[in-house]
């Protein structure tokens, strides 16, 4: 299912949305002001966020700016009254992939979010990183251009990592996402699948790109 995060201070706006996509089959997250926005766009994961210019704590401008920062590459689309070149200009510098002005249609809505979905899926068939290769449409990794054998939980694993690049995945969120599963359960199988992982890519627990980060989860991070 596709996750979507809508940072809307309207009500009337953000229920009209959550009830609409969720009718729609996405799973929506609302975050009713700039603050517990930033926060959830850069600690969860989204296939797409709505984001509304005029935001109580901080604007929607400035949440876009940050998760850019944060090298997330989640579409972003602004639901905005602004309609000046100039604003529009701004938005799509600072990050964000489309803009569609309020008052606005639904079914246009949901026919821009599925352009950047697909969008999205396109540029995310293929995860690079360093030497390492990650093709999710033919399920092959490669180091240096020679496959790697995974299995299939180790593959899904790696991909929701490099996915996540340059962000913390606690181990709660990996257990759930990679897992599916979703009550208390040993995190340590993860620690399992790691080893093994940097064992086929030869990377070194300390300098490699898969760090550790102790009592929390796991960074894949660029040199």
Not at 26 to 47: M, N, P, Q, T
Not at 128 to 142: C, G, P, Y
Not at 194 to 207: A, C
């Amino acid at each position: 299912m596709m996750n979507v995060l809508v940072v809307e201070d309207e009500p009337g706006i953000y229920k009209f949305l959550k009830q609409g996509l969720e009718e729609e089959g996405y799973v929506v997250e609302v975050a009713d002001d700039g603050i517990k926005g930033l926060e959830l766009a850069i600690g969860r994961s989204y296939h797409v966020m709505l984001l509304d210019w005029n935001l109580p704590g901080i604007s929607g401008l400035e949440i876009c700016k940050q998760v850019r920062s944060n090298h997330i590459d989640t579409p972003i689309i602004f639901l905005t009254a602004k309609d000046t070149i100039q604003e529009t200009i701004e938005g799509l510098q600072a990050g964000a992939n489309d803009y569609i002005k309020k008052p606005f249609s639904f079914d246009e809505l949901l026919e821009r979010m599925k352009v950047q979905l697909r969008n999205q899926k396109l540029k995310n068939d293929v995860l690079i990183l360093e030497n390492i290769k990650l093709d999710l449409s033919a399920h092959q990794v490669f180091k240096d251009d020679v496959e790697i054998h995974l299995t299939q939980k180790e593959f899904e694993l790696l991909a929701f990592l490099l996915r996540n690049k340059g962000k913390v995945c606690t181990r709660k969120e990996i257990i759930e996402q990679v897992w599916d599963i979703h009550f208390d359960y040993d995190t340590g199988v993860i620690d399992v699948f790691v080893n093994s992982i940097r064992k086929k890519l030869y990377l070194d627990k300390e300098t490699g790109f898969l760090q550790t980060i102790r009592g929390i989860g796991y960074l894949v991070k660029e040199k």
